[in-house]
C-alpha cells in the first residue's frame, strides 16, 4: 500500500490551482533532516512562507522557484527546529476528499510555516534578493 504522502500526493495531482506544490513543500519541511540539500529545504519554505502568508497558488509558488533555479548559488542552510509543526501528512489525508482535504492541506502548511518561524528572516531576505514580493 502507498505512502500516506504517496496517496496524498496522487490526490492532489488534478486539484485546481496545483496545490500538489504545497503538498511537496510541506512534506520537504516537515521530513528534512542534515543530510538534506539546502537548496530542497530553501525552497520548500520559500513555497511556504508563500502560500502562507502570501497567499500564492502552487501554480505561483512553482513560478518562484523557477526564477530563484536559474541561478546558481550556494544556498543557505536552514537550522531545522526539533517540532515541524503538530499536523502531519496523515492528518491531511484522514480529511475527507475535496474541499476538506484541501483546507487541511493549508493547515499542515501553515503548522510547517510556523514551526520554522526562525528561519522566516532568512528566507524573506533571500526572496527580496531576488525582487519576489
Not at 525552497?43 to 497567499?55: C, T
Request: proline share 5%; net charge neutral.
Amino acid at each position: 500500500m502507498p505512502s500516506a504522502y504517496d496517496q496524498l500526493y496522487a490526490y492532489t495531482m488534478g486539484r485546481p490551482g496545483f496545490i500538489l506544490q504545497h503538498v511537496v513543500d510541506a512534506h520537504g519541511a516537515q521530513t528534512a533532516t542534515a543530510e538534506s540539500k539546502p537548496m530542497g529545504i530553501v525552497f520548500a519554505l520559500v513555497g511556504l512562507y508563500l502560500h502562507v502568508e502570501k497567499h500564492f497558488s502552487g501554480r505561483q509558488v512553482q513560478k518562484v522557484h523557477t526564477q530563484l533555479a536559474r541561478r546558481k548559488r550556494a544556498w543557505p542552510v536552514v537550522d531545522l527546529p526539533s517540532a515541524r509543526g503538530d499536523l502531519t501528512v496523515a492528518d491531511v489525508l484522514a480529511a475527507p476528499a475535496g474541499r476538506e482535504r484541501d483546507l487541511a492541506i493549508d493547515a499542515w502548511c501553515v503548522s510547517v510555516w510556523n514551526a520554522f518561524h526562525a528561519s522566516r528572516p532568512h528566507i524573506l531576505s533571500l526572496l527580496q534578493e531576488y525582487q519576489v514580493d
